[in-house]
């Protein structure tokens, strides 16, 4: 049987609003999408997990019925939704719904997954796995492995971010370390990117999704909406129909293959990801060292303190011994960041 989810030199492109609110909207949606020969899929949101209670929880069933008339209009293009219950399922299988994903507050949660693979199990459903919204790749990964367990084989992994408690600008902080973890270990699993739920904001979904492109992702999910401004839910993030063509206008595919030349690719794009993540720690850092300054100053402590400098100094050669780091290299670079803070202090 053909896949859905199939890894290409194109990117598999899934796009959508974040609910469905109305057949109009749908109607306005996937006529867009469906003309553009780009597009694999549209994503719906017909139950939605909310973090406060009181706003717009999807339209549930209904929109199951308007999928029902977009498919009879275009049967070429496929729909998927989220489930995070059993239940969720069977409506879905009743309805012209093709694929589902398992979303971040679910796929965090290894009874709810294992509950929803045996509902999946047997059906022709694809299926897609968030990251959960804890940046753990095991979590990611067992969610992935209870579903193959059920006999699930067209499914692919959905990078959408992660909550952590400093984001640098973004609604979810991107680490990218953890979903190319998750291809080393599978290699064969397609893997896409959220850039809508890691960017938050319209103007940052084009760069995250070209990162994700650059980083020899398989495709990308993406939110869009006839008139995002007025949307239910995550207006700031949807694009515009149009913004919305030219993101996939304007991304630039690379080509990869799998010579050693392309693999040297990679792992240049992944040392200059750790090395900005260096440059935003060493930030961090100073700006508390700063403050520390700014204490010591007001009880009229001296800003060199040299049990404390032995202590950092100890503690870090520590850690150089444990992640097996040369000790006079994590000596030299510690001593550097020591003497920058003091320099800040003064
Ligand atoms: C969504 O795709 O609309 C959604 C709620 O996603 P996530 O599970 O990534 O937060
Ligand atoms: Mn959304």
């Known amino acids: 049987m053909d896949r859905l989810f199939n890894v290409s030199d194109k990117p598999i492109i899934i796009a959508g609003p974040c609910s469905a609110e109305s057949l109009h909207q749908l109607q306005s949606v996937s006529y867009h999408l469906q003309s553009d020969s780009r597009v694999a899929m549209m994503r719906i949101g017909v139950w939605k997990p909310r973090t406060r209670p009181g ?27 989220e489930v995070a219950r059993p239940e969720h399922i069977e409506l879905c299988q009743q309805h012209s719904i093709d694929a589902v994903w398992i979303g971040a507050r679910t796929s965090v949660n290894p009874f709810l997954v294992g509950e929803l693979a045996e509902t999946l199990r047997g059906t022709t459903l694809g299926v897609l796995v968030k990251n959960p919204i804890t940046p753990d790749v095991d979590l990611w990964m067992g969610a992935i492995e209870r579903l193959l367990k059920a006999g699930i084989v067209d499914i692919a992994a959905v990078h959408r971010g992660f909550s952590t408690y400093n984001n640098f600008g973004y609604r979810n902080n991107p680490l ?3 979903p190319i973890e998750l291809r080393r270990r599978m290699p064969q699993l397609p893997l896409l990117c959220d850039p809508s739920h890691i960017a938050g904001r319209r103007d940052l979904v084009a760069p995250v999704a070209q990162m994700s492109l650059d980083l020899h992702f398989d495709g990308l999910m993406v939110e869009c909406h006839d008139d995002p401004d007025s949307a239910l839910t995550d207006s700031q993030q949807q694009l515009s129909l149009t913004d919305f063509t030219a993101l996939l206008n304007n991304l630039k595919v690379r080509q990869f293959s799998d010579t050693a030349p392309s693999d040297l690719q990679r792992m240049r794009e992944q040392l200059d990801i750790i090395d900005t993540q260096i440059l935003k720690l060493l930030s961090q850092r100073m700006k508390i060292s700063k403050d520390i300054g700014a204490i010591k100053h007001a009880h009229n402590m001296p800003i060199y303190q040299p049990s404390r400098w032995q202590q950092v100094l100890d503690r870090q050669i520590q850690n150089a011994k444990q992640m097996g780091l040369d000790e006079q290299f994590v000596k030299d670079i510690t001593e550097k960041i020591h003497a920058e803070s003091l320099r800040m202090q003064k």
């Open 55 to 81: 706003g717009f929880e999807g339209m549930g069933e209904p929109a199951l019925e308007w999928a029902d008339k977009v498919h009879s209009l275009y049967p070429g293009l496929p729909i998927c939704c």
């Open 176 to 178: 990218w370390e953890i």
